[in-house]
Structures are given as C-alpha cells and as structure tokens.
C-alpha cells in the first residue's frame, strides 16, 4: 500500500470525516506521493536542508496517483521540495481515494446538499489501517521502523497532528517524548542499502511539510 493510502487512512474516521479539522492535508499527501517515487526509484534529492528534487526516471509506476504526481515533478524538474508539497497538482487525494475504494477499503459519499455536506470516505475493510496502527505501535515502542513507517510518521508530526492521530499508538509518551521519538526514527529508517539517503529524504520531507503548513499561518495572522 502506498505511503499516500496509508496516510488517508490515518487522517480519515471510521465514518470518512477527516481525523482533525482544519489540516493542510494536501501538503501531507503531496509529501506522502513524493515520499513514495522516491522509494520507486523515480525521484533524488540534493543535500540541501531544502533539497531539489531530481527526476531520475519518468517511467510509469502503474499506479495513477504516482503518475499524476510524477508528471508534475517532472514538469518543475530541480525545483525545491518546500515548492513541490505546497503545488496543489502534487496532491494526489482524488487518485488516492478512487485506489482504496477500488480496493474495497473505503467506500465513496458524493457531496450532498449543494456541497454543504462535503464528500465522505467511510471504511469498509478496518484491516489494513489496524495492522498499519499496530506497526506505529511497536514502532514508537522502540521497533525498527521502515522507510514507510518513518515517512508517514514524519509526516504526522509536520503536519501537527501526531498526538491527535496516535492517541492510542502513542502509549505513555509525552508530546514532547513523541516528537523526539518520530525524529528519531525518521533518522534510524530501514531501507536497505539505500538506507542513509532515504532517511535524509524522510527527513528533507518533515521540514518541507511542516513549512509549508506554518508559512500559510504566519502569513493570515499577520495580514
């Protein structure tokens, strides 16, 4: 399952509200998509603090939410990370949510009442996001973590929502305790012998992420 899938599931109720009101949830999936063709072999990244991403390969993936995004990066080939997670067209929710429901893990609620009542993702299959939950579990019980798990824990917390979406994962850690541990952890990531680069690319994605969701913030606040 995509890093993308994954983190849908973990921001959407069982009944297909969003998790937590008033996320930039499009900047986490854009981060989640790139997360995942870097790991497809598709996409590099400088050294930066807010590295360049590099097209490696243009080659489909197979998977049109991955395709879509990689057009688009493709298009903006060199441009800066913190660039590419705030392009709405490097948001691939509308993909993501037709792959799950084709696979019967969500079912999909049009829109109702002009809009009013906005479109809705309620679960059919609970499996996939209760062995996804039991993984975060273990992990930030002191598990080794994947590149995956680590991106979308890292994500998570850019996003400012770890402690509210892992309230039951999260045990007897602190907020404090979490944060520390979900940086940790993005640092430890297991990806074989791409082990070092994609930790470095977990990471480059938690400050792009996190950025862009403060900029927006900062920026009403002071107009």
Known sequence: MLIAEQLLLLLTTDEGKAESWGIQDGIGYAGAA???????????FSDEKDPRVRV?????????????V??????????????????????P??????????????????????GF????????DPGPERALRERLRLVLAGGQATASEATILSLLQGLDVAPKVLGEEMGSLGKKELKARIVQVAREADAGDAGVAVAKAVEAINVAVATAVIVPIVVSSGS
Request: glycine fraction near 8%; charge should be positive; charged fraction near 25%.
């Open 34 to 44: 790139i997360a995942d063709l870097a790991l497809a072999g598709r996409l590099t």
């Open 56 to 68: 490696l390969s243009s080659a489909p993936t197979g998977h049109p939410a991955l395709d879509q």
């Open 70 to 91: 990689l057009e688009r990066v493709a298009h903006k080939d060199g441009k800066k990370l913190s660039s590419l997670v705030g392009d709405g067209k490097c948001n």
């Open 93 to 114: 929710h509308k993909e993501v949510v037709a792959s799950l429901a084709r696979a019967g893990v969500i079912a999909v609620e049009p829109r109702r009442a002009l």
């Open 117 to 124: 009542v906005p479109e809705r993702h309620p679960v059919l």
